[in-house]
Structures are given as C-alpha cells and as structure tokens.
T-cell receptor, first 117, second 112 residues
Framework: NAGVTQTPKFRVLKTGQSMTLLCAQD?????MYWYRQDPGMGLRLIHY???????AKGEVPDGYNVSRLKKQNFLLGLESAAPSQTSVYFC????????????????FGPGTRLTVL | KQEVTQIPAALSVPEGENLVLNCSFT??????LQWFRQDPGKGLTSLLL?????REQTSGRLNASLDKSSGRSTLYIAASQPGDSATYLC???????????FGPGTRLSVLP
C-alpha cells in the first residue's frame, strides 16, 4: 500500500494563477481532509469530505475549492492564487467516525510546498 | 471554539531520559485524541490514537493517557533516543463533526 500520496511535491505560482493539488489514498478510507500548515499557526483544516461526492468547509476554506469525484481521490483547487496561500498543504484520510467505537485514525500524505509570488 | 495547547513548546534532553509531553484542550466533548510526530520537511506520522472511552494507549516506548474531564493528555516517552528528535503534535476530533483541531506542537531534541 502506498498510503496517502500527494502531487505535486513542490510548486511555485504567480499571483492570479490557478492550480490543482491531487491527493490519493489506497486504504479505502471514507473521510479525506486538506490542511495547511503555517509557521506559528499550526495545522488548520481547509475542507474535508465524508464520502464520495461530498465536501464540507473547514476552518479556513476561503480561496479554495475541492472535489471528491472518486472515493480514493480528493482534489484541492486554487482558482486565483494569492501570496497568503503560500504554505505547506497536507492531505489526510481516515476510516469513519460513524457509530460508537469506530476507529478513526488519520493518515497523512508527505505534503505539497506551495509558494505564491 | 475548541483550542488545543501543548506545553512545553520546545524541550531538549540528554539521551536515555524519560520525558512527558503535555496536551490540553478546552472542550471535553471530543471523539478521540491522536498523537503525531513530524520530522522537519515531512508529513505527520501517527503514533497513538486514544478513543474518548479509553484512558491510555501504549506502543513500544510510548504511552499516551487521556483525561477527558480535565481536558488533558500526556505522551510519555521512555528511554529517549536521538531518533526521537522531532515535533510532536496532538489533535482532538470533535464529537459533532469531523473536524480535527491540532495543537502547535512540542519540538523535542534528544542529545546523544
């Protein structure tokens, strides 16, 4: 199993450009998450998905869109990149939180380092 | 709003010492708590997951405890090694949603 993979690993954008980050997991997990990690701010949730075809906003969703067309993939889009979106982006997946006693451990990808000039 | 804090922010110890990292959260209505380690420039690696109904979990030299009522968790590392040097983060999953809230982390250095 590859676990959680992210592409690309690094990217430099100019202000106003768009791009899509891809997250893939091969663990058949129901839930997937996108976080950003900034110095002094810690990890913050951008968007998440509780299943194929569903998405929901996290703590810092503005400026980002997501899609979960396939269970194993979760895409994060930046329509018009801004310097404030310079960050390291992490994708994570977990099994399910439904029902008492369900196991819901998060597994993380290696991250994408994005710089917006 | 749930807030998670970790004390200390940084810790430096000689090899072989036992140590405790602390995590506190403000809202006790959590579903679970997870401890991670993060090496510089890398992703997060899960260490231990404690369900809200549990009081502790152990894996090798690591032991994590959870006291929901007081909003605290501790990560105990026995016989520390230089390879344990990393940032340790705790995260709580809130009951009424799928939101994980992370602490800022404790940066641990174990000196040979």
């Amino acid at each position: 199993n590859a676990g959680v993979t992210q592409t690309p690993k690094f990217r430099v954008l100019k202000t106003g450009q768009s791009m899509t980050l891809l997250c893939a997991q091969d663990m058949n997990h129901e839930y997937m998450y996108w976080y950003r990690q900034d110095p002094g701010m810690g990890l913050r949730l951008i968007h998440y998905s509780v299943g194929e075809g569903t998405t929901a906003k996290g703590e810092v969703p503005d400026g980002y869109n997501v899609s979960r067309l396939k269970k194993q993939n979760f895409l994060l889009g930046l329509e018009s990149a801004a310097p404030s979106q310079t960050s390291v982006y992490f994708c994570a997946s977990s099994f399910t939180a439904v029902g008492g006693g369900s196991y819901n451990e998060q597994f993380f990808g290696p991250g994408t380092r994005l710089t917006v000039l | 709003k749930q807030e998670v804090t970790q004390i200390p922010a940084a810790l430096s110890v000689p090899e072989g010492e036992n140590l405790v990292l602390n995590c506190s959260f403000t809202d006790s209505a959590i579903y679970n708590l997870q401890w991670f380690r993060q090496d510089p420039g890398k992703g997060l690696t899960s260490l231990l997951l404690i369900q809200s109904s549990q009081r502790e979990q152990t894996s090798g030299r690591l032991n994590a405890s959870l006291d929901k009522s007081s909003g605290r968790s501790t990560l105990y590392i026995a016989a520390s090694q230089p390879g344990d040097s990393a940032t340790y983060l705790c995260a709580v999953m809130e009951n009424y949603g799928q939101n994980f809230v992370f602490g800022p982390g404790t940066r641990l250095s174990v000196l040979p």
